[in-house]
């Protein structure tokens, strides 16, 4: 019974909180009846610890801290199969979005390497206008202590044309930087 969790009325930081997450993913948790479509659908659900199912019913229950601590929401591909698949119209994949951005501003990451990896990835898109898989990896690697982890497989994908050294050029970069320039103005990281 270690792993049991109480249940308790909800505080009214909790149902705050909540309200400001639905508000920032433009859906709300009442909608979901707990069909499980989502976590059938989800195609990363085999890796996390709660299914997309199971961190809705933490959110319709006031347990906040449960959703903010699951390792599910960092796992999330974001592909948004469980939003497509919800017979409710919930956005689950708008959900775990927010609250992956809660868990940010709040400074509970359960797993650093993952959130290394999320700031790399939009860093090189914010700057690049698309992934720089070099550039991801190097910083990834870097940041998170792990600085020759896949070395061996990079000579071999730049021979074969899978890895370029320097970043391609897109158009409409400026474009792509004033949408993160909005959302930073916006209050977003």
């Given at each position: 019974m270690e792993n049991a969790i109480r249940l308790v009325p909800a505080s009214k930081e909790d149902k705050d909180l909540l309200a400001r997450i639905e508000k920032e993913a433009g859906?709300?948790?009442?909608?979901?009846y707990q069909c499980g479509k989502c976590s059938a659908g989800c195609p990363v659900a085999f890796a996390m610890d709660n299914k997309p199912r199971q961190v809705i019913r933490f959110l319709q229950l006031g347990l906040i801290e449960a959703a903010l601590g699951s390792d599910s929401i960092?796992?999330?591909a974001s592909c948004e199969t469980c939003s497509a698949r919800c017979p409710r119209g919930?956005?689950?994949?708008?959900?775990?979005?927010?609250?992956?951005?809660?868990?940010?501003?709040?400074?509970?990451?359960?797993?650093?390497?993952v959130a290394v990896f999320n700031k790399a990835f939009l860093n090189g898109v914010k700057n690049f206008g698309r992934t720089?898989?070099?550039g991801l990896l190097l910083t990834h690697n870097f940041l998170?202590?792990?600085?020759f982890k896949d070395a061996e497989l990079g000579l071999p994908m730049f021979k074969?044309?899978?890895l370029g050294l320097l970043p391609e050029k897109i158009k409409g970069r400026e474009e792509v930087k004033k949408i993160f320039e909005r959302?930073?103005?916006m209050g977003g990281e």
């Open positions: 859906t709300s948790v009442s909608l979901c960092w796992i999330c919930v956005d689950i994949a708008s959900l775990m979005d927010a609250l992956r951005r809660e868990a940010l501003r709040q400074g509970k990451i359960t797993d650093k390497k720089y898989e070099a998170t202590g792990q600085f074969r044309g899978k959302v930073e103005e």
